[in-house]
C-alpha cells in the first residue's frame, strides 16, 4: 500500500482572505460606508441631547422645540437605515461567499485522490471555517466603521473645547487599553470552559448512542458517575469564566466611570466658568461616554479577524492541495487475469483488500467497479440509492438486482417501498439490511466486472444462501452469459457457488483451483473455510 | 408496568409550571447565595443611578451660577458611586455565574442520570435520538445561555427597572415620558416573535439537511469515488447549502428590517422626554438638571434594553430546551426505586409465556423457555423471527406484555439496579466508548483493577493487540481515539461481559460482522466466557449451533423446534434444511 500525504499547495494562489475580499469588494466598500454613518450617528446622539437641552429646554422656543425633536427623528433615521444597509450588505456576503467557499470545497475534496484528511476535520472545514473565512468581511468594514466613529467622537470633543477634548480622549484610551489588557484573560476561560462543556455534551452523546450496551451490563451508575466527573470539571470551568467575565463587567463599570468622573469635573468647571454652554456640557459627557464603544469594538473586529485569518490559512491549505499520487501498479507477476463470463472466489489476508483490486484485470478492458465493503447509503430514497451507479435517464427496474440481493421482503415491508426516504445515511436500518441495500446497487449497476468484497458479512445463513444463488443467477444465468464477477470473501456459501478459487498468499504463489478441489487438496483452506 | 399501559411512550415536555417548580427546587439549595447574589446586583444597579442624576445637579449648580467646590463634590459623588457599583457589579456577577453553573451542573447530572435509567425497551427508536439530542443538544444549549448571557441578562434586566424607578423619584411625569417607549418594544416583539420562530427554526434544520449531506458525502466518499457519483454529490451539497443560504438571506433581511423597531422606541422615549421637560422646565415644574439627568438616564436604558430585547430569542430557545430537559427527569419520576441485591443468583433462567408487541405486530407469541445452570443454548432462525427481542426480554431490559422471567427463582425485576447484573446480554449492537479502553471494558464491572481488565481481556484473546496498542489498556478509544476493527470491538464487548461474570450470558450475533476467518476466532472467545455459566447464543453461523447443549428453532414469534444437533437432523424440519443449504457449500 502507497502512502501518500497531502502535498502542501503551491503558493500560486493568493491569500483566501485577499480572495473573498476582492470577489467582494462592491459589498465590503458599501457595509463599510454605511457603519460609519451609523457609529456617527450614535456618536451624535448625547450631542444631539444637549443641543435639544441648549436650544429648546433652556430658551422655552416652540420652533426650536420642534426643530430639535424634528433633529433627533432625523438623527435615528439615518442611524437605523445605516445600520439596517451595513449588516444586509456585510453579512449578506458573508453568507453569499461562505457557501461559495462550501461549494468549492465539496468540489475539491470529492475529487478522486483528494485530501487524505479525515471527514471530521473537512467536515468542520466546510461548517465552521467556511463561515469565519467568511467574516473577513466583517472585519475589514468594521474596522474601517469603528475607527470612524473615533474620528467622530474626538472631533466633537476638540470641537467644544481644545484642552477638554485631549484631557478626556487621553483619559478614554488609555482606559480601554487597560479594559482589553482583560480581554486574552477571558478568552482563554472561556475557552476552557467551552472545551470542558463540549467534552460533557460529547460523553452525554456518546453513552447515549451506547446505552443498550450499559444496558445489557447494567453499567447506568457508572456511566453516571463518569458524566458527573465531566459536568463537574465543566461547572468548575464555567465559574472560573464567570469570574473573569464579572471581573470584565467591573472594570468595564469602573473605566466608564472614571471617564465619566473627570469629564463631568472638567466640563462642569469650564461651565460654570461659562467657556461652554450647558449643551456643549451634556453634549461633551455623553461623548466621552462614547469614546469607549468604537475603543471596544476595534479590539472585537481585532479578534473576528485574527480567526478570520486562521479558518481562511485552513480552509486555503485544502482548497491548494494537489491530488495524491495513484496507487502504485502491483508487479507484473502479481495481476490475476478474468476471463469474461466467470465467477470467480478470491480468499485473501483482510489487509490485503486495495492490492487485489489493484491486481485485478479485467478482460479487454472491460468497465470494471469494485463495490466497497462498507455500506455507505446516501440520503434519498432506496429506488434513488439503487440507481446511483446509473446514468439518470435510465428508468430500468431495480427488481432483479433487489430480489438477488436477499433485499425483497425488508423493502417491501417499508412504508413506501421503494420510495421509503432514508434518514441518517441509512443508518437506521440494520447492518444486514444496509448491506444488502448496497449489494442490490452494485448489481443494479450491472458492470461487465463486478468486484464485491465481503458482501454477506451481516446476514444470516439463510440469507446468505438466497443472496449466493442470486448473484450467481443473475450474473451467471443465461440472460447475461458475458458478465465476470468476482468476490473476495472467505464464506464457503459464497466460495461454493464460484468457478474457480483464487488463495492469495502473502509471501508465496497464489493458488488456483475450484472449492471442491481445494477442500480436499488443501488442509489449510479447509481450516480457514470451515473453522 | 401493566399491559393496558402504552408500550412506547414518547418522551414529555414539561409544562412552564413544571419548569420554574423544578427551578425551585434547584435554586432552594443555594437559598442565601442567591439572595444575596439579588441583594448586591440591586445595590449595583442603585448606585449606577447616582451619576446622571449627579450630572443634572451640576446642570443646575452651572445655570444657578454655583461654587467650583460644589462641582468638585459631585464629580467626587460621581466617581465614588461609580467605583462601589463597579466593586458590587463584579461580586454580583461572579455570584451569579457561581448560581447558574452550580444549578445547571446538579440539572444536567440529573438529566443524565435519569436518561440512562429510563428502562430501554419503553423508548421507540425515534425516542433515543430524541433522548440524545436532549442530553446533549439541549444541555448544550441551555448550558451556552447560562455561561454567556445569565449575568448580564441579571444585570440589564435590574438597570431597567431601577432606572425606571428613579425616573419615577426624579420627576413621574419625566418618567411616564420615557415610559411611552415600552408600548413600542411590547408590540414590536409581539409582531417579531412569533415571526422569527419558524425562520430561525427553517434556518436551523436547512443547517441540519446541509451538515446531513456533507457528512453523508465525506463519510461514504469511497462509495462515492466507487460509483463515480462525485458530480451528483457535490451538486447535492451545492444545492443544500444553497437552499440554508437562500433562508439565512430570508432570515438577515426579516431581522434587520424589524431593526428599526429598535431605534424607533428609543427615538420615541428621548423625544418624549425632552418635549414634556420643556413643558415642565416652562412652567417651573422642573428644572433643567432633571431634565438633563432624565434624558441620560433613558439615554442609559439604549443598551441594556437592546441587550434584553435582541437575546429574546436566546432566552426562548433556551426555555424551550429547558422544558425538553426537565422533561426527562418528569419521565423518571415514576422508576421504582429497587434496591442492588448483593447475592449472585444460580444460572436458571425461565420465561413463562412471554407475549410482545411492536404497535399491531406480534413479535413473540407465548414464548416459554426453561434453561437449566450451565446449560448451552443456540436460538437459530431467520431474519425477523423474533430472537432479539426474546433475548432482550429475558435479560430484563425490556418488560414483556405479557408472561414474566425469572433468574434462580426471583423475577428479574429484582435485579434493575444490580451491578454487575446477573444476566448479561451482549447485543447486536455494538459501541466503544470514547476515552481510555481500560474505563470501557471496566464497564463491565466499576471495581475492577486494571489487571482485572487485563485478565479479561487476555481471556478472549484480545492480549496480543491490545499490547501492541500505543499505550496498551490506557489508548484511548471510540470516537477521535485509536479506531478499532470490527473484531477488536466484539473482543472488548466480550471483554466486559467476562468481568461482569453474570450467572446467564446472552450473545446475540455478537460475532456477525467480522468475516468468516475473524467470526471462528470469536467464537472460540465466546466460547471462553461462556464457560463455566448458562449461555444463550443467537446463532448467526450454524456451526455455533452444532455444539450447543441444545437448539431452539424460532420462526414467526414462536419456538418451533428444539433438540440437539443431531436430533433436530434427524427430526428433518426447517433446521435440518438450514443445515444443507449451509453445508452446501462443505
Redesign the interface.
Known sequence: MVTSVPVPGSTKREPLRREILRRQRPRVVGSALCLVGHQSCEAL??VA?GL??DA???S?SVPL?TL??AG??LL?TV??MC??WF??LA??AV??ES?AL??EL??K????GASRRK??E??VI??SDADQSADSIIWVSGLVGASAALAVSCGVLLSIDLRLGAILIATAVVVTLALNALSPLISRR?GD?QES?AG?????????????????????????????TV??A??VA??R???A???Q???S??A???V??VS??VA??L??DGAIT?GA??AA??AAQFIAEPLTAIGLYLQVGASAKASAGRMGAVLAESPAPAVEQPSEDSRIDLKPGEFVGIVAE?GDLDRVAAALRSPDGARM????H?A????GSIAENLA??RADTDPSDPSDAVDAAGAREFIDAQPAGLDERLR??GL?L???QRQRL?LARALH?DPEVLVLV?PT???????E?LIADGIRELRHGEARPERTTVVV????????RTDRVIILRADDDPIDGT?HEL?ASHDSYRT???? | MTATEPQHVRLPLATAGEVRQALRHYVRSHRVLTATTIVLAAA?ALS?LV?PW??GL??D???S??E?SE??T???W??GA??L???L??????L???V???V??RM??DV??T???LP?GQLE?AG?GD??SR???D??VV??V??SLL??WV?AALTVVLTIAGLGALNPWLALAGLASIPVYVLSLRWYLPRAAPRYSAERAAFGD??????????????????G??DA??A???AA??R??KL??DV??FA??W??WM??A??VG??AI??T??VL??TEAAT?GA??AA??YF?RLFNPLGLIIFSFDEMQSAAASLQRMIGVIEAGRSLEAVPPVAEKPSGTIEGRRITHRYGDHEVLHEVSIEVAPGEQIALVG??GAGKSTLATIL?G?TDPDEGAVSVGGSPIER?A?????PV???????????GPLV?DV???R?DATDEDVSKALTLVGADGWVAALPEGIHTPV???GHAL?AEQVAHV?LA??AL?DPAVLLLDEAT?????????RL?SAAAAVLAGRTGLVIA????QAQHADRVLVMADGAITETGTHEELLEADGVYAQ?WS??D???
Open positions: 446622539v448625547p441631547i435639544a437641552i429648546a429646554v433652556v422655552g422645540l430639535s425633536l433627533i427623528a435615528f442611524l437605523t445600520y439596517r449588516a444586509r453579512q449578506g453568507i453569499d457557501h462550501r461549494a465539496a468540489r475534496v470529492l475529487t478522486p471527514h471530521g473537512l467536515l466546510a461548517s472561556v470552559q462543556l460533557a455534551s460529547a460523553l452525554a452523546t456518546d453513552l447515549m448512542a451506547g446505552l443498550r450496551v450499559l444496558h445489557g451490563l447494567g453499567a447506568q451508575d457508572n456511566a453516571t458517575a463518569r458524566y458527573r459536568s463537574h465543566a461547572e464555567g465559574i469564566a464567570g469570574m467575565k464579572s471581573l463587567q467591573g472594570a463599570v469602573l466608564g466611570t472614571i465619566l468622573a463631568v469635573g462642569g468647571l461651565a460654570l450647558v456640557f451634556v459627557v455623553g483482510p467497479h469494485v463495490e466497497p462498507r455507505d447509503l446516501f440520503a446511483l451507479g441518517d445515511r437506521t440494520s447492518g444486514g448496497a449497476t465481503e458479512t451481516a446476514v444470516d445463513s439463510m440469507t444462501n470473501t472467505s464464506s464457503p456459501v459464497l466460495l461454493a472449492h477442500l480457514r473455510i470451515l473453522g | 449595583a449606577g451619576a449627579a450630572i451640576m446642570v449648580a452651572v445655570l451660577g454655583g467650583r462641582i468638585i459631585l464629580a467626587a460621581v466617581a461609580g467605583a457599583s463597579a466593586v457589579t463584579a461580586v454580583s456577577a461572579a451569579v455565574a457561581r447558574g453553573q452550580r445547571l451542573a444536567r447530572e443524565v442520570s436518561a440512562l435509567r430501554p427508536e433515543r433522548l440524545a442530553v446533549g443538544d444541555v448544550g448550558s451556552e447560562i455561561a449575568a448580564p444585570g446541509r451538515a446531513e449531506a456533507l457528512v453523508s458525502s465525506l463519510d461514504g466518499r469511497q462509495t462515492v469515488h466507487a460509483y457519483a462525485e454529490h457535490v447535492t451539497i451545492t447549502s444553497d440554508a443560504r439565512s438571506r438577515l433581511w434587520t428590517g431593526g428599526k431605534n424607533i428609543e427615538a428621548l423625544g425632552i418635549a421637560g420643556f422646565v416652562s433643567v431634565v438633563t434624558a441620560l439615554h431467520p431474519s435479560a431490559l435485579y439496579r444490580t451491578h454487575p447484573r448479561v446480554l451482549v447485543s447486536q449492537e455494538v459501541h466503544v466508548f470514547a474505563d471496566r464497564l463491565g466499576a471510540g470516537e477521535l476493527t464487548a466486559r461481559a461482569a456477525a460482522e467480522s468475516g468468516s476467518r475473524g467470526a471462528s467464537e448467526h453461523r450454524l456451526q438450514m443449504a449451509y452446501s457449500g462443505r
